[in-house]
């Protein structure tokens, strides 16, 4: 099968698509016919050498497409099936996947949206399950509008919580649909939050990483309140949790996301697609920060 891989270290031209051999699942996974899959932060950080160290490295933890072959007892899923979810062989970015945990696709997502979906969830609702949120809350989340920010809304909208959302005026409107009351981030940010919540917030989520850990903590009432997922000398500083990929992962939320869009409770993030050969450039689309949607590679 073509994947895509590097060898070295360095900018979007070491990237390149080779042929590996084709995978096949073991107990309780499946193999797709990768129709898309998500590209991430992190792939660019592992191609600069940031992350593991071992060469060469293959790309993608999230992928959506039809099912080819079935593992050993595997009973919800059949042959010819739409899902969609996680790989734990870190070689999504290929032509064949094996995934680890699934689920269907709902009638009304294309591919393309369905493998936006598992990377941003999953970090989400971690975020949201360590901070303990649940009906009730009122939680502020910083950096509200991206493609995990706008997740973390809607999925704390749906436990029951209050919402109270940071990012541009451009993206007030957006916020509104996903169920936040919006504030503009930057100088006065803290005034805004305290017009709309006297007493300050429950819980805060810091996905943005622009340096307001401080303010945060203040509305929160102490730094086991907040949580970062970009911050992480910020939260060294402030004695603040920052959420890793690595330790209690809430792979869970791949069952549900789909029920959610469903019923309305959960809108699609955008997406801008590549070829999977243009790899290299979804890379450089995705470092400018230029996108403002979710990227994703189409091998078929």
């Known amino acids: 099968m073509k994947a895509a891989r590097f060898d070295r270290f360095g900018g979007p031209e070491v990237l390149e698509i080779v042929d590996l051999p084709d995978p096949h699942p073991g ?20 191609r600069q050498g940031q992350m593991d160290q071992e060469l060469p490295q293959t790309l993608g933890y999230e992928a959506a497409g039809v099912v080819d072959e079935i593992g050993t007892g595997v009973t919800d899923v059949a042959l010819g099936d739409r899902v969609f979810g996680f790989s734990s062989d870190g070689i999504a970015q290929a032509e064949l996947v094996v ?13 393309a949206e369905a493998a936006a979906l598992p990377a941003a969830a999953e970090t989400a609702v971690r975020a949201l399950d360590q901070l303990g949120v649940e009906a009730g809350n009122t939680v502020l989340i910083n950096g509200a509008s991206g493609t995990v920010g706008s997740a973390a809304v809607q999925l704390a909208v749906a436990r029951g919580a209050r919402v109270i959302g940071t990012g541009s ?16 981030y930057g100088a006065g940010m803290s005034e805004r939050v305290r017009a709309l919540a006297p007493n300050g917030v429950d819980l805060a989520l810091d996905v943005a990483g622009s340096g307001v850990l401080p303010e945060l903590i203040e509305l929160a009432g102490g730094p086991e309140h907040v949580i970062t997922l970009a911050d992480f ?4 500083q402030y004695d603040v ?9 809430a792979l869970y939320v791949i069952a549900q996301i789909g029920p959610l869009i469903e019923s309305g409770q959960f809108a699609l993030p955008a997406v801008r697609t590549f070829p999977l050969t243009d790899i290299a450039e979804a890379h450089r689309a995705g470092e400018s920060g230029a996108v403002r949607a979710k990227l994703v590679l189409l091998p078929h």
């Open 27 to 46: 107990p309780g996974q499946v193999r797709i016919v990768v129709h898309a899959a998500g590209v991430n932060a992190s792939d660019w950080k592992k």
């Open 99 to 111: 995934l680890t945990h699934y689920a269907p696709i709902p009638s009304s997502v294309g591919f």
């Open 169 to 184: 005026p451009a993206s007030h409107d957006l916020l509104r649909s996903l169920g936040a009351e919006p504030v503009a």
């Open 233 to 236: 000398t910020g939260a060294q």
């Open 241 to 249: 949790r920052f959420s890793r990929g690595d330790a209690s992962r």
